[in-house]
């Protein structure tokens, strides 16, 4: 075994779309039943506005709220770009701030990162990369990948292992990441640190909606794909060295009652333009007085919940370019105007729902075993995780989860 030049390597898992109405369920579960036997477990993590997956995963892999690391969506605003055709943040340097896998990078530390948002075309700073990239209409997805991915670490797997992957969907997406996982934990020279982003709820809450057999099913699916990552390392002997952190993003509601196309409305009464961020939407207007004047008088027919001005804005942390905002009530949606959507599920809610508390395990190393810590803040992952590995990001919106930490066992990151 090589020299490590790290105090502990970290696995970071991110299992998308669940919070804190799962967390009962979760705990049942095999996988999440032994983080929670052996680390410290908070059910009451405050994601981040907006409650959408792209700018979520950017403030836990930086410690930084929306308005200091730009990624404001899933996706640049196109606003006359059908959906189905929209390129989305794949890209690391879209990313404004310092990550941790740059942090790693900075002390020769090795870094994979499977599936995670905006990671790509991460050479010299990400060794095996499989950004999470999404083929648009027309592009052949091994090409796209190659353009962002690690290249020679993706030639060798796709010649290796290509048949275990079933399809593109997901479902089959998630349990190819879990075969990588456990092929880099298995290698020589191992990740210092290994990020991965497990989404088959995400889809299948989207596609099937909340708490149907589907979702169920995707939910045994995940804690299956965890689970061998968990074997992988006990299998490799790096128990003792290795630290979990398992995180969620957000929650997902049903939306029972459809979407509303408040874009087209908007354009139609020459007041702007909404970008749909799910259960909300962003409101560009170059008058913005006479658009909250517009909203106001309409609420009820655009099932207008609250409106958020520049001032609700700035006290969430949110992007910076963001000066007017909108939640749907319960049960709506909103929807772009040259887009379909027949979600059954969504996200993008306020932050004062129950769906937008999240799940976090700090497990192994430093970290308290079966104890549940009240709270965090999804800007505390990163600088924990840095602390952990001895890394330097000091200016993080975060903190560091001491209370999490056994009391002989205080790390100090120098």
């Not at 669940?18 to 036997?37: I, Q, R, W």
């Not at 939640?327 to 969504?346: F, I, K, P, S, T």
């Amino acid at each position: 075994m090589s020299k490590r030049r790290s105090p502990y390597n970290v696995i970071l898992i991110s299992v998308d779309a669940v919070a804190k109405p799962d967390a009962k369920s979760f705990l049942e579960l095999p996988a999440f039943k032994y983080f929670t036997g052996r680390g410290t477990f908070t059910d009451n993590v405050n994601t981040i506005y907006p409650t959408i997956t792209y700018p979520i995963h950017s403030t836990a892999i930086t410690g930084r709220y929306p308005d200091r690391h730009n990624i404001a969506h899933n996706e640049p605003w196109q606003p006359d770009v059908n959906d189905r055709m929209r390129v989305w943040h794949w890209d690391i340097k879209d990313i404004g701030v310092k990550t941790l896998w740059h942090a790693a990078a900075e002390k020769k530390l090795r870094t994979a990162s499977l599936l995670w948002p905006v990671s790509g075309k991460a050479r010299g700073i990400i060794k095996w990369d499989f950004p999470e990239v999404l083929p648009l209409p027309g592009e052949n997805p091994v090409i796209k990948m190659m353009k962002y991915a690690s290249r020679i670490w993706l030639a060798r797997t796709e010649l290796m292992y290509n048949k275990e992957r079933v399809s593109l969907k997901r479902c089959d997406l998630d349990d190819y990441m879990a075969l990588l996982c456990e092929k880099l934990i298995g290698s020589a020279n191992y990740p210092d640190l290994l990020t991965v982003h497990f989404a088959d709820t995400d889809d299948t809450r989207h596609n099937e909606g909340v708490g149907t057999e589907a979702d169920k099913a995707a939910i045994l699916r995940m804690d299956k794909r965890v689970m061998r990552l968990i074997e992988a390392v006990k299998k490799r002997g790096i128990e003792d060295r290795t630290v979990f952190v398992i995180m969620s993003d957000h929650g997902q509601q049903n939306v029972p009652k459809g979407y509303i196309t408040l874009d087209k409305q908007l354009c139609e009464a020459n007041m702007g333009r909404a970008q749909s961020i799910g259960l909300g939407a962003y409101i560009y207007a170059t008058d913005t007085d006479r658009a909250v004047k517009y909203l106001e008088e309409n609420k009820e027919e655009l099932h207008i919940k609250y409106i958020l001005k520049n001032e609700d804005l700035r006290k969430l942390h949110a992007p910076k370019d963001i000066k007017l905002a909108v939640q749907a009530e319960e049960g709506y949606g909103y929807v772009d105007r040259n887009c379909d959507c027949d979600h059954l599920g969504d996200h993008g809610f306020g932050l004062e729902v129950p769906e937008a508390k999240t799940l976090l395990w700090l497990v192994g190393g430093p970290f308290k075993k079966g104890v549940t810590i009240p709270g965090a803040e999804m800007v505390d992952i990163a600088p924990t995780i840095a602390e952990v590995m001895g890394l330097s990001m000091p200016d993080c919106d975060g903190r560091v989860l001491r209370e999490a930490y056994e009391e002989d066992n205080k790390l100090t990151n120098n």
